[in-house]
Nanobody, 125 residues
Framework: QGQLVESGGGSAQAGGSLRLSCAAP????????MGWFRQAPGKEREAVAA????????YYADSVKGRFTISQDYAKNTVYLQMNSLKPEDTAMYYC??????????????????WGQGTQVTVSS
């Protein structure tokens, strides 16, 4: 943990937008999967989105499908999470993660070996 650096969190009104960024060292950025997870107080960490950029594949939790978009800037070793149409239930600490060559589904945290420190997103109604 600590090798990925998230930014872009903050406060927004319901219906608003935020964009999270995750900067990674090159040797980590070129992992197979990059993902975003979130954890709200009193709740378990849940997967939000992930991407296998080499394969052109993206994955989203049902709760954010159609509202969130994961993308990358390869030249900057940066992954983004564009969050639109935000809802109060999106309030959580958001974490960026990079896979460690382990198996598992995109939404399983055990697949990921590298984590950021988290960035807080708060959505008010």
């Amino acid at each position: 943990q600590g090798q990925l650096v998230e930014s872009g969190g903050g406060s927004a009104q319901a219906g608003g937008s935020l964009r999270l960024s995750c900067a990674a060292p090159g040797n980590i950025y070129r992992r197979n999967f990059m993902g975003w997870f979130r954890q709200a107080p009193g709740k378990e960490r849940e997967a939000v989105a992930a991407a296998h950029f080499g394969g052109g594949l993206t994955y989203y939790a049902d709760s954010v499908k159609g509202r969130f978009t994961i993308s990358q800037d390869y030249a900057k070793n940066t992954v983004y999470l564009q969050m639109n149409s935000l809802k109060p239930e999106d309030t959580a600490m958001y974490y960026c993660a990079a896979s460690g060559g382990y198996g598992g589904s995109w939404y399983e945290s055990s697949r990921y070996a590298y984590w950021g420190q988290g960035t807080q997103v708060t959505v008010s109604s």
